[in-house]
């Protein structure tokens, strides 16, 4: 799954001729249905990466909605205007029923993308799905080399099967996005990554900094990288954007625990992001569901997907600016960022109406910038491993040893 | 497999749209758009004139002597600014070549 979702993506240096969707669209469409949808179609994933993304209560496989429901919602989101689907997870390819449910998504005129380890998929099954009419291909990748990947991943051999499904995937003519998720016990490889994303052939690059809740939030003292690493990456990004323009574009998402302002968090809540849990859940970011106290109403129930986006107590809950607090209601910021993660926010204050603690001018920031820092120059490298068993803690290791990598 | 990467768009140039970037009318919103990965585009009408005429046969050159023809305007000014728009469609990597033929 990635982070970098999270973000809604603008090129640096969108034309005139070409500008982006989002970026035309004036403060009174914004609230219009998003352009692209997440579905996270299962919770199931062989994978335990330490910093996963999906909420810390899993849905069990029992809850997923079904084909026939899903096929529903496709069909539904197409018919109101979205005009993109990424199918997530979890481990999409975890589904069954994934090819016909991208041959559905296709039919009703949707453009797809699969985000996805990797470590499921065979060449029958990536043809069958280019051949469903699959547009693009996301793979992750922890590192660029078995040992350090293999270990992040809690998988063994995930990370030759990754690159063996990468070349598949460009053998099929499928378009190819590397996503690396970076941290402190990986950012040294950050070149290497530059060049494995080359060298296999990828048009495009997520250079994605871990973000610090849900489980993540569990790993962050063996994660948080160090200031001198995260001035490394920007410098190294900046150097490779240039260097290969027109052959790879590099998007890199940054920890915002180093930043002054907070990042504007899914476009604002409830303004340009939507995503489907495998429940069927309408949420306004993967990690929603964190915050306590707020109901998800649910793409079972009476009401219409355009209804919940438009109408639902969980989305009008933080749109806009009328539900913020001092310093953001005065803040002359407050609608460029709209004070940050809400879910961040209620991670590390409690309340997800406070500012996110990622802004300069939360009374938390100067607290959080330090336990930061001290965890990134700490020497706890053993990771708590993400899985339905509730979690594993990594085995004492000479690569996780307490005296550090 | 894809081409080279970097394409160098000039008026002998036969770029198409590759397979992961549809160029579609958005029925909802009313404008047109090229659907990327994780990206949609909103070409202007000038833009989606010249994607149309760019269909993998035609040449830069073809493309700007229609336009020139159409709108009763100076060639070298329209050949300008459509390759200028190619290159950057091509620079953020949503731009192919269709191949050479051999005969």
């Not at chain 1, 296999?200 to 160090?226: C, I, S």
């Not at chain 1, 899914?266 to 995503?275: E, H, S």
Request: proline share 5%.
């Amino acid at each position: 799954m990635s982070d970098v979702l999270g973000n809604p993506i603008i090129p640096p240096d969108a034309s005139d001729s070409l500008a982006v969707l989002e970026k035309q669209r004036s403060t009174a469409e914004a609230f219009g249905i998003p352009l692209a949808v997440l579905l996270e179609i299962t919770h199931r994933c062989p994978l335990q990466c330490p910093y996963c993304s999906n909420p810390v209560e899993l849905d069990r496989a029992g809850k997923e909605l079904t084909t026939e429901e899903w096929k529903k919602v496709l069909s539904e989101l197409a018919e109101i205007g979205v005009l993109q689907v990424h199918f997530s997870g979890g481990e999409p390819t975890a589904r069954k029923d994934l090819v016909e449910l991208v041959k559905h998504a296709s039919d009703v005129g949707l453009y797809t993308n699969l985000i996805t380890s990797a470590v499921l998929l065979t060449r029958d099954r990536l043809s069958d799905l280019a051949d469903a009419g699959l547009c693009h291909v996301q793979i992750s990748f922890q590192g660029t080399e078995e040992g350090l990947s293999d270990r992040v991943a809690g998988y063994k051999g995930a990370h030759l099967k990754k690159i063996e499904v990468a070349k598949l995937t460009r053998e099929l003519d499928l378009p190819l996005t590397v996503n690396a998720v970076m941290h402190r016990q990986n950012l040294h490889q950050l070149p290497d990554i530059i060049q494995m994303a080359v060298d296999l052939d990828a048009d495009r690059l997520e250079v994605a900094n871990v973000q610090y809740y849900g489980w993540a939030l569990k790993n962050r003292a063996a994660l948080m990288p160090t200031v001198a690493q995260l001035d490394e990456t920007t410098r190294l990004v900046e150097e490779a954007r240039e260097r290969l323009k027109g052959t790879l574009a590099i998007d890199y998402v940054v920890p915002d625990y180093y930043a002054l302002r907070p990042k504007k968090c899914m476009g604002g809540w409830g303004r340009q992001f939507f995503n489907i849990s495998p429940a069927g859940k309408v949420l306004p970011c993967h990690a929603a569901e964190s915050i306590t106290g707020l109901d998800f109403e649910s793409v079972r129930s009476n009401h219409s997907i355009a209804w919940i986006w438009q109408n639902s107590e969980a989305f009008n809950r933080y749109r806009g600016t009328g539900w913020m607090k001092e310093p953001c209601k005065s803040c002359e910021f407050r609608e460029i960022d709209f004070g940050g993660c809400r879910c961040q926010a209620f991670a590390l204050t409690g309340d997800a109406a406070n500012t996110d603690p990622a802004c300069a001018l939360s009374p938390l920031h100067e607290t959080i910038f330090r336990q930061a820092e001290r965890e990134a120059e700490g020497d706890t490298n053993r990771f708590l491993y993400r899985n339905f068993a509730g979690g594993t803690l990594e085995a004492e290791t000479s690569e996780s040893g307490e005296n550090g990598a | 497999m894809a081409g080279p990467r970097h394409i160098s768009v000039s008026e002998a140039s036969r770029p198409v749209l590759p397979r992961h970037a549809k160029l579609k009318y958005d029925e909802t919103r009313q404008v047109w758009v090229i659907l990327a990965p994780e990206r949609v585009l909103a070409p202007d009408e000038i833009a989606v004139e010249v994607l149309q005429l760019c269909n993998g046969e035609r040449n830069v050159g073809d493309v700007a002597d229609q336009l020139a023809a159409k709108y009763a305007a100076p060639r070298e000014a329209i050949l300008t600014d459509v390759i200028a728009m190619l290159q950057d469609l091509a620079d953020k990597g949503f731009l192919t070549e269709a191949r050479e033929k051999t005969p």
